[in-house]
């Protein structure tokens, strides 16, 4: 049975994993991010942008976050943490960016470690969906 200060420690850890994650991204350093997850890693996004659905593998998830790169500034000091079991819920405040849009909004990241430390599994859900959706589609829209 886990102790409360060991699952302070866990929770602590997957904190810190997650903010340098945030970190990582910003700096295009997939690498680092890479070597946090599971090979079987899934992330699911909801909404109908091309980003939108459940990628699956390590190296889906990591085109998935180079894509989502150019439209996303994130502030890696506006996280915000709570914790289920095994599962670490992140808010993070972020600026996206289309060709015509610059909006604020909040994201929202259920992240599922297994017993390594590794991530398994991520569901990623802006506050608004909608907006995220036409301010992605709206890119692709005038880039063909």
């Known amino acids: 049975m886990m102790g409360r200060s060991e699952k302070g420690t866990n929770e602590l850890g997957r904190e810190t994993l997650f903010a340098s994650l945030v970190l990582a991204f910003l700096e295009r350093d997939f690498e680092t991010i890479g070597q946090a997850l599971r090979e079987d890693v899934v992330l ?81 859900e802006p506050d608004d969906v909608g907006l995220f959706d036409h301010v992605i589609v709206s890119t692709f829209s005038t880039t063909s």
């Open 44 to 124: 699911v996004l909801p909404g109908s942008s091309p980003f939108a659905g459940v990628h699956r593998g390590a190296e889906a998830v990591g085109r998935f976050l180079l894509g989502l790169r150019q439209f996303v500034v994130s502030d890696e000091k506006a996280l915000s943490y709570s914790h289920e079991g095994d599962e670490l819920i992140a808010s993070n405040d972020f600026l996206l960016h289309g060709p015509r849009h610059t909006v604020e909004m909040t994201m929202r990241v259920r992240v599922a470690f297994d017993q390594e430390g590794r991530i398994g599994e991520v569901f990623a």
